[in-house]
């Protein structure tokens, strides 16, 4: 019964990032990472931190979306500008 719910919690937390709702966001996309992580909650979570300036908590969790996808366009220029934003050097960012 996780999946299900799993997947809920992690809609949920696309609704209440279009509604600015980011406390829930954050909320939900744990609870949901915690029971199974998944592509959607990691990657919720990681814009999330991002959008707060908590570059190391975002770089990390879109870190372990690529292990789901790598080939995210989108994703993969996020995680290009928060390594930038770290100021990772070149060769340290791959």
């Known amino acids: 019964m ?4 799993n997947a809920t919690v992690c ?3 696309d609704i209440q990032r279009h509604q600015q709702d980011y406390a829930s966001v954050l909320t939900d996309s744990t609870t949901s990472i915690e029971y ?13 931190y ?12 879109l870190n372990q979306v690529m292990t ?3 080939s995210s366009p989108a994703l993969l220029i996020y995680r ?11 060769a340290a960012a791959r």
Request: without cysteine.
């Open 2 to 5: 996780i999946a299900p719910l």
């Open 11 to 13: 809609l949920r937390g």
């Open 36 to 48: 199974m992580p998944t592509y959607g909650a990691l990657a919720n979570r990681g814009l999330l």
């Open 50 to 61: 991002a959008s707060a300036n908590q570059f190391p908590q975002a770089l990390d969790d």
């Open 68 to 70: 789901f996808d790598g």
């Open 80 to 90: 290009g500008a928060i390594k930038s934003a770290l100021e990772v050097p070149l």
